[in-house]
């Protein structure tokens, strides 16, 4: 790839990673749901054991953003390690949770993952021809040879859809879900940040949870 190109296409990819963010597609709240400062929270994600990086991560910038706010929050990677991939029946999970003093779960799935990769020509075809290079071969030459000589490159972007939802452990009742679409994160860091600060801020202007609680002594 020529230079010229290569800058094009470096320009490109950066503008598009500038770009980036995380939306939020839907988001639902129970009727007749009050307001709660849950005293234990568990952020539980549902993925593969293959995906326990991205797991992790999501888990634990979301528990980090709940313990800004004043909540006692826990990543179920942290607190069962190598159990939190074992697959339970559906009470088996309620009451493990129940065991362990947890009163509102959050769930993080990844719902799917598409990739896209876009070709974009080379050549410079439709640029204007400079009228300036009319006198000489050296200047025509040089403006030519980017227009018709350069190649085209691919760029492959990502997007990431995923689904949030708040349980509550007693009644085990879902009270609130969000969807989010996160589309061609740099890293899966700044994926799991901007989820988890996206997934905050609904809950709070749905007011299913305060913005913020005074921690117990």
């Known amino acids: 790839m020529k230079p010229i190109s290569l800058i094009a296409a470096t320009i490109l990819t950066t503008f598009i990673l500038s770009c980036n963010s995380t939306k939020i597609s839907t988001s639902w709240k129970a009727e007749n749901t009050e307001t709660k400062p849950y005293r234990n929270i ?31 929050a826990f990543s179920s990677t942290d607190v069962y390690k190598a159990k ?45 021809s400079n009228q300036n290079m009319h006198g000489g071969l050296d200047k025509y030459y040089s403006n030519i040879y980017e227009r018709v000589f350069t190649p085209g490159y691919y760029i492959t972007t990502t997007t990431y859809f995923w689904e949030a939802s708040l349980f509550e452990v007693k009644d085990d009742k879902m009270i609130y879900s969000v969807q989010t679409r996160s589309f061609d994160p740099n890293s899966t860091d700044k994926l799991a940040h901007e989820n988890g600060l996206k997934i905050i801020k609904d809950m709070v202007k749905k007011k299913v949870i305060p913005d913020a609680v005074i921690k117990e002594d």
Do not use: C
Request: glycine share 6%.
């Open 84 to 128: 939190a991939y074992k697959k339970l029946t559906a009470a088996e999970i309620v009451e493990e949770f129940k065991n362990t003093g947890v009163d509102a779960v959050i769930t993080i799935a990844l719902l799917n993952k598409e990739k896209e990769e876009k070709y974009y020509p080379g050549g410079f075809y439709n640029q204007p």
């Open 42 to 72: 568990m952020v539980w994600g549902l993925l593969t054991e293959k995906d326990s990086m991205v797991r992790h991560q999501m888990e634990t910038h979301l528990v980090n953003d709940l313990m800004t706010k004043g909540y006692r």
